[in-house]
């Protein structure tokens, strides 16, 4: 039930994310309910899915952002966008980085919180909710300054509200989204699995018994193909425990990313008592500029930070496990 309820929420943040990006509205608004109702669900955030709980909820307060009617906090004062922002602050705890991107969002937020309240003539609001946005602090000043300026004008449409505007907030969480998801690759299945094969105490044996077809141009890819073997077991058991879940889910889109997930190319091969995998797609060479970008990645951020270098660097259709696998081959090369 743990492992279920922990990977569905990754599952429903994905989810979240894509249609979030895609403003899809109505799929917006289904995995939402699936979201938080894993989020209630939980008796503390486990460390490793903070980040994942608070974009979840971020995505759905900044999706409500302009309904001054909705209320996500017991404060009525509180707007889903001032709600947004702290979601953003425990956000920006979690990581150290991106601090331009972290700054424009958290700037246009605090702009829009007092926009919103403006284009629904609520200005001793937009007054009211200025003075719990900001401290004191110089840094804080400027911005704090131009925006009691503009309350006084009582014109939402001031040049500096339509130069910050909501749909310059949407695109910059948009691109926050995608950094996101390259660095927060789902890995938790192939994870699971491995812990379930060695707590059952099953060797190198059990791989005989499962048919897995490699042919020559593929044997160096043969430890990655059997963990995703081995996730597919693991979630094949999952879901089958799943089916009698409350919540009201169309499994076969759990199926449908799995498929996009493991690069499977007919997931009706998946049975109840056997797993076979395509292998069949050619190989993609390596360049000698992709051989540079990962050199220069690993120079700086180090050996098994393979995420953030795929992220940073300029590779064409790599995944985190390719460029770990091509660093060794590097390696023995010397």
């Given at each position: ?10 599952f429903?943040c ?47 307060r ?18 889903p ?6 979601f953003?602050?425990?956000l ?20 829009q ?84 094969v ?19 141009n ?5 430890e ?6 081995l996730?597919i ?18 499994f076969?889109?759990f199926w ?65 496990v ?6 060794r081959?590097l390696?023995?090369?010397?």
């Open positions: 039930e743990a492992v279920a309820a922990d990977w569905m929420l990754e429903a994905s989810c979240l994310c894509r249609h979030f990006a895609e403003q899809s509205g109505a799929e917006f608004q289904r995995w939402r309910d699936v979201a938080q109702a894993l989020i209630k669900g939980l008796s503390q955030i486990p460390p490793h899915q903070k980040k994942t709980v608070y974009l979840c909820q971020l995505l759905i900044v999706a409500q952002g302009k309904n001054l009617g909705l209320k996500f906090e017991n404060d009525q004062r509180i707007s966008l001032e709600s947004a922002l702290s953003w602050t425990l920006e705890r979690e990581e150290m980085k991106l601090e331009k991107l972290h700054e424009d969002i958290r700037r246009l937020i605090q702009i919180i007092v926009a919103v309240h403006m284009e629904n003539r609520y200005f001793k609001e937009a007054a009211e909710v200025l003075e719990r946005l900001f401290t004191d602090s110089e840094s804080d000043k400027p911005l704090r300054v131009k925006l009691a300026t503009v309350i006084k004008t009582r014109d939402p449409y001031v040049p500096l509200l339509q130069s910050f505007s909501y749909s310059l907030l949407i695109s910059k969480i948009k691109s926050y989204i995608e950094l996101f998801m390259k660095e927060n690759e789902t890995n938790f299945l192939i994870q699971e699995a491995t812990k379930q060695a707590s059952k105490g099953l060797g190198a044996t059990a791989w005989h018994n499962k048919p897995v077809e490699v042919n020559e593929d044997k160096t890819d043969l990655t193909q059997q963990r995703f073997v996730s077991i693991l979630l094949r058991d999952v879901l089958e425990q799943m089916q009698n879940c409350c919540l009201d889910v169309d076969s889109l449908m990313y799995i498929n996009c997930l493991l690069g499977l190319n007919n997931m009706q091969n998946v049975g109840k008592n056997e797993v076979s995998l395509a292998c069949s797609r050619r190989r993609q060479r390596w360049t000698h500029q992709e051989d540079l970008e990962l050199k220069s990645g690993v120079r700086e951020f180090g050996v098994g930070n393979w995420a953030k270098i795929l992220v940073h660097g300029n590779f064409s259709n790599r995944t985190s390719m460029l770990k696998d091509r660093w081959t390696s023995r090369i010397g």
